[in-house]
């Protein structure tokens, strides 16, 4: 018999392989609601990112529902909105930004110390092009994209330009792009692009401290409006306090009130 390749499975997958197990076991049949996103991460040991993106990818495979303020339920097995072939290796949504968060941060920091006329005014128009897009639509992506890669321009290379624009790519896979849909809306996009004016601010005043800052905290604050509760955590256990979901993904993933050196 020939050996196959042996691969590491993202963490998520292996909870979601974990959660399908026990549904198709019948350890919570159709109709049934999951233990919250808190319960399944005590129990897992891992982090309640972790335990979101399993359930983001178990609702794009077909075999749970978020309902919003009730909870995750078992649904009867659909055809899945996308099957990833078993080579294929998605990046977590939460991984993907803390990856971004550190190396956009520190290319924002070069790029104020670099940037010409010429470099802040492609960034210029990339922020401005944003505000002309609706939400949701292509063309918002294309403009935030088009930001991100203005930024990575002012270095000068054509390695951490292309890195970037992969990064942002990752922004469009299915799991990704499902959990956005929970989460963002106009209000979140008239945020980010607060953000992305003082990031531009700081590159402009060329202030590497500032711009680096600036860039890691849109990030980090992407993650938080990704890490929103679902509002099921009240129906769940009644009269008991929900955590602040963010304070425990920094003290699963990072130390608390983490700063990037830049």
């Known amino acids: 018999m020939p050996l196959e390749a042996v691969e590491a499975r993202r963490l998520y997958r292996q909870v979601a392989d974990q959660l399908r197990t026990l ?12 233990p919250t996103e808190r319960e399944l991460a005590e129990q897992l040991r891992v982090s309640r990112p972790t335990v979101r ?8 495979e077909g075999r749970v529902r978020i309902r919003v303020g009730s909870g995750i339920y078992v649904i009867e097995p659909t055809a899945p909105a996308f099957t990833a072939p078993a080579s294929t290796i998605i990046e977590g949504p939460f ?3 803390r990856a971004r968060e550190f ?3 520190a290319i924002a920091g070069e790029a104020a110390r670099r940037a010409t006329a010429e470099d802040i005014a492609r960034i210029e128009a990339a922020l401005a092009a944003m505000t002309t897009a609706d939400h949701p639509s292509e063309a918002l992506m294309v403009h935030d994209r088009a930001f991100h890669i203005a930024v990575a321009e002012c270095l000068g290379n054509a390695v951490l330009t292309r890195v970037v624009g992969e990064l942002f790519d990752q922004r469009l896979n299915p799991y ?17 692009h607060a953000e992305h004016q003082e990031i531009l601010r700081a590159i402009a005043a060329h202030d590497p401290e500032r711009a680096c800052a600036a860039m890691s905290g849109h990030l980090a604050r992407s993650q938080a409006r990704f890490a929103q509760s679902f509002g099921a955590e009240a129906v769940a256990a009644p009269g008991r306090k929900a955590d602040d979901t963010e304070s425990r993904t920094r003290k699963n993933r990072n130390k608390p009130g983490r700063k990037i050196k830049c």
């Open 53 to 60: 993106e399993a359930l983001i990818a178990l609702e794009v």
């Open 95 to 97: 991984e993907l930004l």
């Open 103 to 105: 190396i956009e941060g």
């Open 23 to 34: 549904i198709d076991g019948g350890e919570f049949p159709v109709g049934s609601r999951l």
């Open 176 to 192: 990704f792009t499902k959990l956005a849909t929970y989460f963002e809306n106009p209000n979140s996009w008239r945020t980010a």
